[in-house]
């Protein structure tokens, strides 16, 4: 069995002169981050795929889990097929993933996967997924089905919003 992770970066700065992607945490977003760590600590996550902005980045800099991260431009601003793809290149190895991403697309992924098992969840996730949230999911199969769009494999194990 392995377990998927979905988390949305961490509260970040209006604006940032740099652009949208240098876009920086807030102190709470630190805090929030911070909190959310100490929960994922104990899920036995192997590795994690970030998008390759500053607030992604620093969201999971203040997560504190000791674990390998790749981050990925096309996490920036891509969609569910992308991140799915992603997913679905993951080492058959690890068991616990970590992808760190923004809105849309991690609430509309979140969606998506929760869907077959829990519709009402997988509707809030589309209304109401803040910063800091992270999803986990059971995923009884190899994270190439996932990229393939076997959603049957994914039980929705718990939404977490700060």
């Known amino acids: 069995?392995?377990?998927?992770?979905?988390?949305?970066?961490?509260?970040?700065?209006?604006?940032?002169?740099?652009?949208?992607?240098?876009?920086?945490?807030?102190?709470?977003?630190?805090?929030?981050?911070?909190?959310?760590?100490?929960?994922?600590?104990?899920?036995?996550?192997?590795?994690?795929?970030?998008?390759?902005?500053?607030?992604?980045?620093?969201?999971?800099?203040?997560?504190?889990?000791?674990?390998?991260?790749?981050f990925q431009d096309a996490l920036y601003y891509s969609g569910t097929e992308t991140m799915l793809q992603r997913i679905g290149e993951t080492d058959p190895e690890v068991t616990g993933l970590l992808v760190i991403g923004h809105a849309p697309s991690i609430p509309s992924l979140v969606a998506e996967l929760a869907y077959a098992s829990d519709r009402s969840e997988a509707d809030q996730a589309q209304c109401w997924f803040p910063t800091s949230a992270y999803t986990t999911f059971s995923v009884d199969g190899d994270w190439a089905d996932l990229a393939d769009g076997d959603f049957s494999i994914v039980r929705l194990e718990g939404i977490n919003r700060p």
Do not use: C, W
């Open 1 to 70: 069995m392995r377990r998927l992770v979905l988390m949305r970066h961490a509260k970040t700065e209006a604006n940032n002169p740099q652009g949208d992607k240098a876009r920086r945490l807030m102190p709470r977003g630190v805090q929030d981050a911070q909190s959310a760590g100490r929960e994922l600590a104990a899920l036995g996550l192997q590795y994690a795929i970030v998008s390759s902005s500053t607030r992604t980045r620093e969201t999971f800099a203040a997560l504190g889990l000791d674990i390998p991260a790749e």
